[in-house]
């Protein structure tokens, strides 16, 4: 073979390689496309749009807690905070100075922002800058989007409270969550129904915490947001994989009645301040603090619980979006603080901040408001005392046990109605420590209530020989056999509601509504309702739930509650010791005064002062309301507690009976009655 045609074979075939080489990657490349438009097409959109679209978390809004009438005790409001989200290239210098300028934040606090987000495992999670921007903040971020990239303004709910302190103790508080715009319940109802709430039966349903929702916010290539996108244009029918709407928590409706709630509150720092400046004896009084509850008889729903001195809760969800760069955080904080915390001093200790529910977290010798009880276990026993001479001392082991004042002859019903200590000092002896304690822990006395919606109850202590015993040695261990032994005289202090009982408000109102009621002893409860948010369906409802019937007969309990009226009522020839506090009432209520001492070393106005009552009581009335209030270092039963009670009775009765069809007004007018009468009253 030639040359020349060997260089032309050589050619042909380099030319036939080269052919199929391009042939080849030819049918390569139309192969890699069909894979990327045709196989691949949905995935890669998908993929390209999610490169080019951001998902930012929207924020569930917590839950409405409502009242029973639908009055609105906690929602939400609208509220916009500043977020810097991450992006590949953070702000310049020249725009973190821009930006502290706008927000009036340090530019070490914008820093900080940028630092904690390039080290977050998940850049959907953005930091929070300011909460709260005013009008101005958001138009001058507006104006310079361009400048400030990965700033953004988002939508916040932010946790409020309407009535301010109203039912604060109940409601409670939230605080921040794990994410900046998170919010979880810290105390109260907040708390407990925070979560998802597991119902007797085992079912569960969503609590005040709602699922947060996505959206998505265009990025540039640099992934920094541009502007909001209509998902649905984005990404059609599929939008849902990227994006979500958030759903709110359910609502909950309490038992509570703000009408009755808000005449206790406004009664019982009313009195509290009043005791301080009485210059009647034995006031003024240091009137530390107080509490009342107010409970329907026939189901053991609780109508009102108050613990004085108490908080705003709105301060508490403001502090828990505001970032400490904040100039407004250090105002907020300090008031968080002393709500926790305290900042009175009494008696060279720390008072305890007043976010502590008293009503169910204090308990206090009851005094002469536990003398049914007594009462009733020496009926139980046949040997209740037809008549005493009470001159004013009992005497009995070598020694004078006082009485507040000399009541002459006393039968049962004026023993009651008077308060008489002689009487039923020798009702106790007659009746005895076992008998006695037997009754009361029937009624729930000396022991948790049940209560499931809060939390913090505590549970007090019943005068028993046993409870005697293990208090002195926890007191004193060094204490002798001799100093826990049970004597007489225990039993004579426990008679009256002195010495070792110690019982919450929340209990001293279930006693009374089981006397009121016939001797069924209710759990206490709050959350009547829990419902939809969105449709207002009914996923669960508190029914009543009666934990026993006390073993005293019929005839017993409505000699009791006969006695009982007596105490609110003018009785031909002696008032009971509420009268002054209920003369002019337009109802029957029966009720029991009691002043406890703050110990036998103490003055006499640092005597705790107590008192419950059930109405109607009238002759053929069924009570509906029991409630219980107590002044501590009130200086007195009738003088301290009854005008607070007096004032829940009217507003509930409001519109009834001839009273004020608007509550306040009706509250009021009894309150300013009440407080004068009890001032001028002598009274247990």
């Known amino acids: 073979m030639n040359p020349e045609e060997l260089a032309r074979r050589q050619r042909l075939r380099r030319r036939n390689i080269l052919m199929g080489l391009l042939v080849a990657w030819t049918v390569i490349l139309l192969g890699r496309l069909y894979m990327l438009q045709v196989v691949m097409g949905d995935e890669l959109s998908e993929y390209a749009a999610g490169q080019r679209l951001r998902k930012v978390y929207v924020p569930a809004p917590r839950g409405q807690i409502l009242d029973r009438r639908g009055q609105v005790l906690a929602t939400n409001l609208p509220a916009y905070s500043a977020y810097l989200v991450y992006t590949r290239e953070g702000l310049d210098p020249e725009a973190r100075r821009l930006l502290s300028r706008i927000l009036d934040i340090p530019v070490e606090a914008i820093e900080e922002a940028e630092a904690e987000l390039r080290v977050r495992p998940?850049?959907?999670?953005?930091?929070?800058?300011?909460?709260?921007?005013?009008?101005?903040?958001?138009?001058?971020?507006?104006?310079?989007?361009?400048?400030?990239?990965?700033?953004?303004?988002?939508?916040?709910?932010?946790?409020?409270?309407?009535?301010?302190?109203?039912?604060?103790?109940?409601?409670?508080?939230?605080?921040?969550?794990?994410?900046?715009?998170?919010?979880?319940?810290?105390?109260?109802?907040?708390?407990?129904?925070?979560g998802p709430v597991q119902l007797p039966g085992g079912r569960t349903v969503r609590g005040l915490t709602g699922v947060d929702g996505q959206r998505l916010v265009e990025v540039d290539a640099r992934g920094r947001p541009l502007s909001d996108e209509s998902r649905h244009l984005l990404l059609g029918g599929d939008a849902d994989r990227y994006a979500a709407p958030p759903k709110p928590g359910s609502t909950l409706v309490l038992t509570l009645d703000a009408r009755v709630q808000k005449a206790a509150e406004e009664a019982l720092a009313r009195r509290i301040q009043e005791l301080r400046e009485l210059k009647t004896r034995p006031c003024p009084c240091p009137a530390r603090n107080g509490a009342a509850v107010a409970i329907d008889v026939r189901t053991g729903a609780i109508l009102a619980m108050t613990s004085y001195p108490t908080f705003d809760p709105n301060d508490f969800a403001r502090q828990a979006f505001m970032e400490p760069s904040d100039p407004r955080y250090d105002a907020v904080n300090r008031k968080v603080y002393q709500y926790v915390h305290g900042n009175e001093r009494y008696r060279g200790k720390r008072v305890e901040g007043p976010t502590r529910n008293l009503a169910i977290?204090?308990?206090?010798?009851?005094?002469?408001?536990?003398?049914?009880?007594?009462?009733?276990?020496?009926?139980?026993?046949?040997?209740?005392?037809?008549?005493?001479?009470?001159?004013?001392?009992?005497?009995?082991?070598?020694?004078?046990?006082?009485?507040?004042?000399?009541?002459?002859?006393?039968?049962?019903?004026?023993?009651?109605?008077?308060?008489?200590?002689?009487?039923?000092?020798?009702?106790?002896?007659?009746?005895?420590?076992?008998?006695?304690?037997?009754?009361?822990t029937q009624f729930g006395l000396g022991q948790l209530t049940g209560l499931r919606d809060l939390a913090g109850e505590v549970q007090g202590w019943l005068a028993t020989p046993a409870v005697k015993a293990e208090l002195v040695a926890r007191a004193d261990p060094n204490s002798t056999e001799s100093d826990r032994r049970w004597y007489a005289g225990d039993t004579l202090n426990a008679s009256i509601g002195q010495g070792f009982h110690a019982f919450t408000p929340l209990q001293m109102a279930v006693y009374t509504a089981a006397l009121a009621n016939g001797g069924t002893r209710y759990r206490p409860y709050l959350v009547q309702e829990i419902r939809d948010p969105q449709t207002g369906r009914v996923l669960w409802e508190a029914k009543p739930d009666p934990l026993n019937t006390v073993d005293v007969p019929t005839a017993f309990l409505d000699k009791v509650r006969e006695a009982m009226v007596t105490v609110t009522q003018d009785n031909g020839g002696w008032y009971g010791t509420a009268y002054g506090v209920f003369r002019d009432a337009p109802y029957v209520a029966a009720g029991k005064t009691g002043t406890a001492q703050g110990g036998t070393r103490e003055p006499e106005y640092e005597n705790h002062g107590w008192f419950i009552a059930f109405a109607p009581a009238g002759p053929g009335e069924q009570p509906e309301i029991a409630v219980a209030v107590v002044v501590r270092a009130g200086g007195g039963g009738s003088l301290a507690a009854g005008p607070v009670a007096r004032a829940m009775l009217d507003a509930y009765f409001a519109g009834r009976y001839g009273l004020p069809a608007n509550p306040e007004t009706a509250a009021e007018e009894a309150h300013e009655d009440a407080a004068r009468s009890a001032a001028v009253v002598p009274s247990d």
């Open 122 to 194: 998940v850049p959907e999670i953005p930091v929070r800058l300011k909460a709260e921007l005013t009008p101005a903040e958001i138009t001058a971020l507006a104006e310079h989007r361009d400048r400030l990239p990965g700033v953004v303004v988002e939508p916040q709910p932010l946790r409020y409270y309407p009535g301010g302190t109203l039912a604060a103790h109940v409601l409670g508080y939230v605080r921040e969550g794990n994410r900046p715009w998170e919010l979880k319940g810290d105390s109260g109802i907040e708390a407990t129904y925070n």
């Open 361 to 440: 977290a204090d308990a206090l010798p009851p005094g002469s408001t536990f003398k049914p009880i007594t009462g009733l276990a020496a009926m139980l026993r046949g040997v209740l005392p037809g008549s005493t001479y009470c001159g004013g001392e009992f005497y009995f082991a070598g020694r004078a046990w006082p009485d507040w004042g000399v009541h002459g002859h006393v039968d049962f019903d004026k023993a009651i109605g008077r308060s008489c200590n002689v009487y039923f000092y020798q009702t106790g002896l007659n009746a005895g420590i076992d008998a006695i304690a037997d009754v009361a």
